[in-house]
């Protein structure tokens, strides 16, 4: 198995593991050319800022493919166990894995609540920027306007990112992020700030995206309706640690609002609240 790096990164969706092995870019021409998604493992991941213990203990394992969804109440370590994945902040022990893979930097990716486009470039070249150092191949116009034509945004290639509406933009970032096809695709509360349709219809796209391509989803997201519409399985972290690990087994695609989903949702909520009652 292979560990993931724990240099700390500045901040980028591309994850920034600086030091892949050389052997890595061997690896890379014989993987498929459809990303397939890799599986996690987390064994006694730790991490403190200070004297703040805020993950103190995370076991856990994704099989490749999977669509996890991880819930909790704000300032519990959803972003950071994000972070950590992705490479981009130091762990302070245990260790992080993605099964006998040789992982690149194009393997992972995050995506953020904010589209975090560039201003200054048009929409077809804020998605090259996702395809990292093949940003200079032949083939970068193309596999480009094919993300875009994946989130059926290839009317927009020409357009400013001002001009865009913020359900636009998320797309774009969508793009952006699948155009160097991750094979593990993390998503920091990327619907949050788009409005009730806008962010069903976002939701069906990410579903879409997510069986045609087969990455590993892991969705961090406040809303619970949300994550047992979406993922195959709902992480609840409470004290540091996973403290519920709840299987979402409705067959796709889902019935929004279906009995099983309600009371799945229910329960999930009310370990949420007991959780924010403690204090
Ligand atoms: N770079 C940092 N330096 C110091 N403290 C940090 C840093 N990043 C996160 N923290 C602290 O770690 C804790 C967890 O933060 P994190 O952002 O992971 O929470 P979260 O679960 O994502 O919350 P939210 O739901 O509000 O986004 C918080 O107490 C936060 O203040
Ligand atoms: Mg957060």
């Known amino acids: 198995m292979q560990t993931a790096l724990r240099t700390a990164l500045p901040e980028t969706e591309l994850a920034g593991r600086a030091n892949f092995a050389p052997h ?3 690896a890379r021409e014989e993987r498929p050319v459809q990303g397939s998604g890799l599986p996690l493992t987390i064994r006694g991941l730790r991490k403190s800022f200070g ?19 991880i819930v909790g109440k704000s300032g519990c370590g959803k972003s950071t166990l994000l972070r950590l994945i992705a490479g981009l902040e ?38 090259e920027v996702g395809l990292g150092r093949d940003r200079a191949s032949k083939d970068a116009h193309a596999r480009a306007e094919q993300a ?12 400013w990112p001002s001009v865009l509406s913020g359900g636009q933009k998320q797309r774009v970032a969508l793009a952006r992020a699948l155009v160097s096809r ?7 509360e990327p619907l949050g700030a ?3 349709l ?23 997201t406040h809303d ?24 979402v087994n409705a067959g796709r695609p889902r019935e929004r609002g279906s009995a099983e989903l309600a009371s799945l949702e229910a329960s999930i909520l009310s370990h949420l609240l007991s959780a924010e009652d403690r204090t």
Not at 148 to 159: F, I, N, W
Not at 204 to 218: K, N, S
């Open 90 to 127: 130091k762990i302070d022990s245990g260790s992080i894995s993605f099964g006998d893979a040789a992982v690149q930097p194009e393997d992972i990716r995050v995506m953020f609540q904010e589209p975090r486009l560039l201003p200054w470039a048009r929409v077809l070249s804020n998605v």
């Open 182 to 188: 991750p094979r593990v695709l993390a998503f920091d």
């Open 198 to 220: 806008t962010r069903i219809s976002m939701q069906r796209l990410l579903e879409r995206v997510w069986r045609d391509q087969g990455f590993t989803a892991i969705l961090v």
């Open 24 to 26: 890595a870019r061997v």
């Open 148 to 159: 875009l034509t994946e989130v059926g945004l290839t009317d927009k290639r020409d357009q």
């Open 194 to 196: 788009l409005d009730a």
């Open 224 to 247: 619970v309706a949300e994550a047992v519409a979406l993922a195959d399985r709902v992480l609840v972290i409470d004290e540091g640690r996973i403290a519920h690990d709840v299987v």
């Open 51 to 69: 004297d703040n213990e805020v993950l103190r203990g995370i076991d856990l394992h994704i099989p490749a493919g999977q669509f996890v969804a």
